[in-house]
């Protein structure tokens, strides 16, 4: 199994985004698959989820209405567009394969990608 994340940048408040994740070595159609970010100096915090067909999509309140999460299981890709970024947004950024759902999320996914860094600055 391997998450390969591309697309982060530097950006200025306001600016756009559009993270990708390249899924190889397993049935990707078959997982949900979640976006999670870490901030310097803080613990991971999950930021999106899309089913396996890409019907159904979660958001964390802190990005709902910014932050779009779509996949394209022909590509074996799963995409996070951001838009109307924040300072706050800053964080290294994970795709990751979702296998269960519990009552902790984390640990509910068990392959990560290495993350892409997103820096927003003015």
């Known amino acids: 199994v391997q998450l390969v994340e591309s697309g982060g940048g530097m950006v200025q408040p306001g600016g756009s985004l559009r993270l990708s994740c390249a899924a190889s070595g397993f049935t990707f159609s078959s997982y949900a698959m979640s976006w999670v970010r870490q901030a310097p100096g803080k613990g991971p915090e999950w930021v999106s989820r899309?089913?396996?067909?890409?019907?159904?999509?979660y958001y964390a309140d802190s990005v709902k209405g910014r932050f779009t999460i779509s996949r394209d299981n022909a590509k074996n890709t799963l995409y996070l567009q951001m838009n109307s970024l924040k300072p706050e947004d800053t964080a290294l950024y994970y795709c990751?394969?979702?296998?269960?759902?519990?009552?902790?999320?984390?640990?509910?996914?068990?392959?990560w990608g290495q993350g892409t860094q997103v820096t927003v600055s003015s």
């Open positions: 990751a394969r979702r296998v269960s759902y519990s009552s902790s999320w984390y640990n509910d996914h068990d392959y």
């Open positions: 899309i089913s396996t067909g890409g019907g159904s999509t």
